[in-house]
Structure formats: C-alpha cells, structure tokens
C-alpha cells in the first residue's frame, strides 16, 4: 500500500498497476462465474439462444462496469452478494448494446473482443433478439432479488438509476445521437452530450449501484458519481485515442474503423495532442474526487490510471 | 345484461358484443391517453426516438393485452390506477416485439396497422433502438411505481410475471423457435409451444397482472390464468386463419404473407377447417374457466367472443 501525501495528484503514477490488475481479475473472475450462472447451457428447442447469449457474454472483455460496482461496494465495506446481481445485469446490458451497436445497420461491424460480432455468428435476427433478451435478462434478474423483501428501498433506487442510465435518457438516447451524427460535423459540446449519454450514464449507474448496495450516504454516492463521470469521459477518449492510434492486434478489431465511416471522436473533433490533453486532465478530475477516501480508494484511483494506460 | 342459465355454453352468442366493443373501446382510450403521456413528445437532440416510439405505440391496435389487464383489475373490484402502469407497460412489450419482428432480418414486413413499419420510416438503425427503448421504458415504469413503496409484494410479483412472460423463456424463446422453424414442417405440438411462449405467455401476465393489482385470491388467478391462456392460443388461431383467409384491407396487412414465407401456421399444420374447429373448442374452454364468476364475467366472455369473430 501506497502512503498517502497531501495530495492525490501526488498519488498519480504510484500506485502499483499490479494490483489494480490483480484485483480487477479477481472481481471479473466473480463476475464471470455469475454471468455463468444466470445464462446457463440449455437443451430446450430455443437453445441457440442461450448460445447466443452465451457467446457474447462470456466472451472476456474488462467488465470495467461490474467490476466498479463491485470494487464502490468494497470501497464502503457493503456485502458485495448485494451488489453481484446488479453488476451482472449491467453487464448484460453492457453486452446488449455491444450486439444491437455492431448490427449492418447500426456499426456493421464483423469484429469484437477478437472474435465475430453475435451476427456474423449466429445471424442478423438471432442476434437482435440475443440484444433484446440481455436486455429483458437483466431485468429479470433485478426483479428476482426484490423478492426476498431485503433492503427494498436501496435495491429500487439501484434498479431505477440503471434502467435510466440504460433508457432513452441514457444510453439509447445516445446511441440515436450517435447514428444521427454520421458523416456530419460534430462539435465538443454534441460529442460530450452524446457520450455521456451513450456510455457515461451506465458507469455511473455501476459506481453508484456499488456504493447504494453498501449503504453509502448521500455525500459519498455524490463524489462517486463525480469519479465514475469523469472516469467515463476519459474511458471514451481514450478509445477514441486507440481506435485512431492502437494496434489492431491488442485492439481486436480495426484501427482506423471510425475514421472510415466518418464518425466523429475526440480525435476527429479536437485533434490527437488536444485529445490526450483532455483525456489527462479527466483522469485527474476523476482521481480528485476521491480525496476524501484517502488511501482506501487505492483501487479506484489505480482503475483510472489502467484505464488511461490501456492498450485495447 | 344477459341472465346467467345453469352453464356458460348457454351463454356463448348471447353477450351483446356492442357492449364488449364499447368497453374495449373504454379501456383502449384510457390505454391510449396514458401512452401518449408516458412517451411526450421532445424537443431532445435524440428526439427522433420519441417520434419512432410513438409512432408504432400509438398507431392504434385492438390493446388486447392492457384491456385485458383493466378488465381483469375492475372483475375483481381492483383500484383501476394501480393497473395501469402495467397496462402501459406490456402494451409497450407487445409493441416492442412487433418492431423487432418486423425487421428485415426477421419476418420482413413492411405493413403493420395499415401503415409501413417501423423500420420503412425511421430506418432500420433506429427501429432497433425504437425497439430497445419501449422494453427499457416498460420496466422504467414498473420500476417507478416500486417508489412509491405502496402494495410493494404485488407489483414485484406482478413485475416477474411479466419479465418472466417477455424474455427468453416466453415471448423471446418462441421467436425464437418461430425464426429457426422457418421453412420446415412444424407439427402441432411445436407449433403450440412456440406460440405458448410468443404471444401466450404476455397475453397471460396481462391477464394476471390485473387479477394480482386487484388482490385476488390464488385460486381466481388460476381461473384468470387458465382463461387468458386459452383466449391467447384462440388468438393465435384465429390470426392464423385471417392471414390466410381474412380481407387484405380490414387486415391492414398482406395475406397470404406467412405461406409465402413457408411459415407454419395452424391453418398449414392442420387444414383451414380443423383449425377453425380448434378455435371453437379453445374459445369455449377460454370462456369456461370464468364459470364461477357469473355474469361479472360477461365482458371477459364478450371478449372471447369478439376475438372470435374479429376480421382483423
């Protein structure tokens, strides 16, 4: 453990990444065994479903989402068997939108996570209908944990911040402004709406569900939200940043790909050096929300210099 | 109102479906009024998806299932407010899926309600998201409601019934098995368990979903459950047939459309005259489930009765 100074900004850059990797691992580990669970094999005659489902839920992927829920939930002593079914569904949702995004009609892409997006696999209608049963999945099981009449009202605001981060105000609504952006000019401004909507809202929704699971007060969920918001900002930058500069190998999918289909990014809009500039300070911003916590956001403030470092 | 004799076959042609069709119209503009507040109108830069949204919601629609819902609630002398959230919410569902369905990569249709789909409109990019947002919005509701902490055992029940009812082990399984039968022969036990899952299983939550707002006891949501679950098999048929059979411009969409695309329908798998025989038996075990509820039945009767005889 790192000794704290009396800033965080003295932090950046000494924090052992090792362990920041070694805890994301474990809590992906937990996470998979899960997602295992909920979506198992199943020798019904609508199977290729669950493949389906299957295919594109445990294909890897950071499980940067769950693994916030998880790690907010620790951050404030919470038991984390509260917090595990809500970070499966955000990840299923996550996944959903990956497959409904990757469609001809959406991104057309053939490549994700190194492998062949769900169409390319298992067909353009299979893999719409895989979308919509993550998406209807995740719900399920939310609702299923209401059951044992434990914590109600926690688990109902969690349930309402992500099914809004997911919906027409969040995610979706980003995704339109997205598809509606394609081939135009876009400005800084439409671009920070656009994805704060289309990704930030769910990591936010994640770090927030971890700190309502763990009974967090209102201040605390406050600075978390302001973490996970900026952590969000500098996560799409920086795929920004790679889909213009990263090796397609460590990628997995095509460098360049965004360039093509004349979709704006931060690279498009600000240029490369101004991009890394913002993707910088966002980092910071991120990290100095945590102040209070001190030593024990170690973890959170190592994900957000990962994430600034990562290479896919 | 028609006097009850000793059973319910007395009955069956002797409701006046003038008054059933009014009732349904009642139900379907309180459905209509709560749609149209759900899903406003905006002036959001993502405001083409309300627009996508509203335009396959409110495009009309016979909304079997939320009149079912209210109908079912009023039987049971329920707080008719209470049943409207979900009301909305499956009509969303049910809209949701005919989106989705209606996708090129799926039954290909261009005409639904006697306007061009979704997709023919808005593109199919958006129609996805259209798609993607009702089902969101749908649990957003439901979700909503939960806050107010009033009832709360019902609705998270009334809530896993019908995310239960839409995900893979109901309405998305049988699409499934609908789309991987496509082009074979399908025999009549297939052909009822895909259907039990793609249009039963919602018709039943509906159904349920009013008889558990209004507190009824275990043993007259059995009834509930037995008659939507006959009501939803005679619906199928009786779609099966008009697709066949019925007049193109009361249908609103071509006929002949499912044989063209080799799909099995009951009037394939069983000849036009067996399964118009089979919608007769269903129908009649539909409406005697309700035996015991006598003539507070009779709208529920009535509405067996209509869908029986519908032309579109």
Chains 1, 2 share one sequence.
Not at 205 to 221: L, N, Q
Not at 238 to 256: A, Y
Not at 283 to 297: C, D, G, M, Q
Request: aromatic share 8%; proline share 2%.
């Amino acid at each position: 453990m790192v000794k704290l100074e009396s800033s965080l900004s003295y932090w950046m850059g000494r924090v052992d990444l090792n362990n920041t990797i070694d805890l994301v691992k474990k809590y992906g580990e937990v996470i998979n065994q899960y997602l295992n669970e909920y979506v198992p094999e199943a020798a019904v005659p609508e199977k290729k479903i669950y493949e389906a489902m299957r295919y594109s839920l445990l294909a890897g992927g950071k499980r940067i989402r769950p693994v916030l829920t998880l790690a907010v939930n620790q951050l404030f002593d919470g038991d984390m068997d509260e917090a595990i079914p809500f970070a499966c569904a955000i990840e299923m949702i996550h996944t959903y939108s990956l497959i409904h995004d990757d469609l001809p009609a959406m991104d057309n892409d053939d490549y994700r996570r190194r492998r062949l997006t769900n169409h390319k696999v298992f067909g353009e209608g299979i893999a719409v209908l895989t979308g919509d049963a993550l998406l209807n999945k995740a719900f399920e099981i939310m609702i299923s944990i209401l059951r044992d009449g434990y914590s109600l009202d926690r688990k109902v605001r969690v349930m309402y911040e992500i099914a809004n981060a997911s919906g027409i105000e969040g995610m979706i609504g980003g995704q339109v402004v997205d598809l509606e952006s394609e081939g135009k000019f876009v400005d800084q401004e439409t671009l920070r709406y656009m994805h704060s909507r289309k990704t930030g809202r769910l990591i936010v929704a994640s770090a927030v569900a971890g700190a309502i699971t763990a009974g967090a007060g209102e201040e605390d969920i406050g600075k978390i939200r302001s973490y996970a918001s900026n952590l969000g900002l500098a996560f799409q930058i920086k795929d920004d940043i790679l889909s213009e500069i990263g090796e397609q190998e460590k990628l997995g999918k095509r460098v360049g790909n965004d360039r093509e289909k004349n979709k704006s990014t931060y690279v498009t809009t600000l240029g490369l050096d101004e991009a890394k500039r913002l993707l910088d300070i966002t980092t910071r911003s991120s990290i100095e929300s945590l102040e209070s916590f001190k030593e024990r956001a170690e973890f959170l403030i190592g994900l957000a210099e990962f994430l600034l470092h990562r290479e896919n």
